[in-house]
């Protein structure tokens, strides 16, 4: 069964570049601890830190059982032609210090290089055992689509960017489109709004939703234990998140030891008071993530 909630390693040994004052030893406890308390699904991608983000998840996995952990990473949009994405996949195992990866996305769609190209690159990827399975972030339906009529094994899972406020991934029809089909969708930023017109805000914060309020209340949980279980409460919905801090790890893996109601995940989705079409499906600037 794949994990309902998974360790992301987004700005771990920096942004876009490598941070030469990053505190390296931090970022690989941080991964050691949410593996110590059970997380399995580590995810990374070869633009955190222009790889150095894989490098820190590798020095965090070598004494652990290879076979109890499913690693994930991406390939970035300007690197989806054939041969380009055959070396960065190589690089990334190297960074990682494995032989193979569980999951590898296409971090984003590229409207500019055929599908049908990194397709190819991605089968052979398979072929080869160096992936087992193939992911594809931040698409849309049609984009979905595109790829599977071109890989030889079905779409194992893509991300978005989706919570209580971040729709466009529903409204877009990609939510229902994954259940439907067996796709399993990963939410990111699942407290963590950044999206043009909002900024950056956290849904932990109490005080601003009210109905978010009241329902942590009501099951004596966090804000933000109650924004988790919500996006994580369809069957074939999954999220990651990323935290230093071992009290917010605890907090977050809670959420899998309580029920929300029916009526309550309902009232949530349909009377949340601020939903907005935003997130990054195809569209708007590369998402950081």
């Not at 049908?116 to 594809?136: C, H, P, Q």
């Not at 890989?151 to 971040?166: D, E, G, M, R, W």
């Not at 999206?195 to 099951?219: H, N, W």
């Not at 917010?248 to 939903?275: A, C, S, Y």
């Amino acid at each position: 069964m794949f994990d309902k909630i998974g360790f992301g390693t987004w700005q771990f040994g920096g942004r876009v570049e490598a941070d030469p004052n990053n505190e390296d030893e931090k970022d690989i406890l941080s991964i050691k601890n949410a593996i110590n308390a059970g997380i399995k699904h580590i995810d990374t991608a070869e633009l955190y830190a222009n790889g150095k983000c894989e490098e820190l998840v590798g020095q965090a996995i070598k004494d652990y059982n290879r076979e109890d952990l499913f690693i994930a990473s991406k390939v970035r949009d300007v690197k989806l032609n054939y041969d380009d994405i055959l070396k960065n996949c190589e690089a990334s195992l190297k960074r990682l210090g494995v032989s193979r990866l569980d999951l590898y996305y296409v971090h984003r769609p590229n409207p500019n290089i055929p599908i049908s190209y990194t397709a190819k690159a991605f089968n052979r990827l398979l072929d080869e055992g160096m992936i087992k399975n193939v992911g594809i972030s931040n698409a849309s339906v049609q984009t979905l689509m595109e790829y599977q009529n071109h890989l030889n094994k079905p779409i194992f899972a893509t991300q978005s960017h989706y919570n209580l406020i971040v729709r466009e991934c529903v409204k877009k029809g990609v939510l229902d489109y994954c259940i439907e089909n067996n796709i399993k969708f990963i939410a990111y930023r699942p407290i963590q709004l950044a999206v043009p017109s909002l900024g950056i805000e956290f849904l932990a914060k109490r005080g601003v939703y009210k109905l978010l309020d009241e329902i942590a209340d009501k099951y004596q949980k966090t804000n933000a234990q109650i924004a988790v279980k919500w996006v994580i409460s369809k069957d074939n919905v999954h999220t990651i998140f990323k935290t230093s801090n071992p009290i917010h790890l605890k907090e977050t893996l809670e959420v899998l030891n309580f029920e929300m109601g029916r009526e309550d995940i309902e009232n949530l989705t349909n009377n949340f008071p601020l939903q907005k079409d935003e997130g990054f499906v195809s569209s708007g600037p590369f998402p950081l993530v």
